[in-house]
């Protein structure tokens, strides 16, 4: 399959969710988007959770480079690779509003589906592990307590999931650059203790 309809299809599929959410997301609804036969989307993608599977894959690796881009390990500093976290998170809120809604709904269904369920675990370990890179490279790591360590990068998805949930439901009362400003202070405080 080439790359151009794999993009168009997962596009699509993306558009769906947003607009349906994936319990009401169908087959002929990604292929109306997509603006191709059903039989053809049927042909790349035999079942919806083959396609979901994809996307969710495809989810990952976007933002497995993105946060490529926002964290620097050799050149740049905590503080600085903390922003970078927090920043790749906020850009996704701002920005692409539609995979943090899929994101929430791939949650939910991982809650009836072991397959999705097991891609979510995977794709939320190396989001912590990431973070867990982030934070080890400070000195000051070594003398926070080994339950403290295990529990940071938990309560720094948390943190971002929380800004993504408060902020989509009222994005007029949020305010997401000083939340992220204070979540940021607050961790690192942990390093200063």
Known sequence: MSKNITKKILDATLEVIAREKISGT????IAKEANMSQSNLHYYYPTKNDLLITLMDEL???FSEKRVESVDLKNKSLNENISGLFMEKSDVILNHKKVDY??????????????IKEKFQKSFN????????VLSTSEAYKNISSSIQEMLPFIMVSLMMGASMQYLI??????LDEYFKV????????FQA
């Not at 169908?26 to 609804?29: G, N, Y």
């Not at 899929?102 to 397959?115: I, K, R």
């Open 60 to 62: 990952q690796k976007r």
């Open 183 to 190: 979540a940021k202070k607050l961790i690192l405080q942990i």
């Open 126 to 133: 190396e989001w912590r592990n990431n973070i867990t890179e």
């Open 170 to 175: 009222d994005e007029e009362k949020f305010d």
């Open 102 to 115: 899929a994101q929430f709904d791939y949650w939910v269904q991982g809650t009836v589906d072991h397959n």
């Open 26 to 29: 169908r087959m002929h609804l």
